[in-house]
């Protein structure tokens, strides 16, 4: 007869209310961990309003950015250090509206009714405005953390890069075509 310590064991089976709180607990472990990586949703009245307003904002600072933009063009050529901070305050109603829920196509969307509705403005409504905007950026710019400061300068950089670049192309088009025989 074998020894009964040298008998194979069988595991013990959990008790079925134990088993069926273990698998709740990970059910629950699990959605809360699908919460936390799940992009985080615009539902909120709040928010709503806010990437309305910064929409609203985004594209009053375009049209400035696109008025220093055609001064460029024109051969302005101390433009660039304001079209930095343009841009930038611009661009920071976008990342926080980002970090607020919103997302693509719906940010995109916004913005691309903000332009059509103020591309009717006069200079009148839009200057106003567009001081509002700037005003109301600069604290939020100021409010991010040094390295979310870094990655908007960064793109903001190269955004008037471009903006320049193709000004300068268009610039040089113009007054080569005004030189034309």
Known sequence: MPHPASAPRRAARPAPAIAALARAASAALFALAALACAPARADDDADRAFHLHAAACAAALEIDQHALAHRAAQGATNVRDEMLQVTRLGFTFVAIAWKRGLRNPEGDQLLAAARKEQAAWP????????????????????????????????RVAKKVDQLLAKAQAQGASGSASAHAP
Not at 134 to 149: H, I, K, N, S
């Open 123 to 154: 200079a009148a409504r839009h200057a106003p405005f567009a001081a509002a905007c700037r005003a109301e950026a600069q604290p939020l710019f100021d409010d991010a953390t040094a390295v979310e400061r870094w990655l908007l300068d960064r």
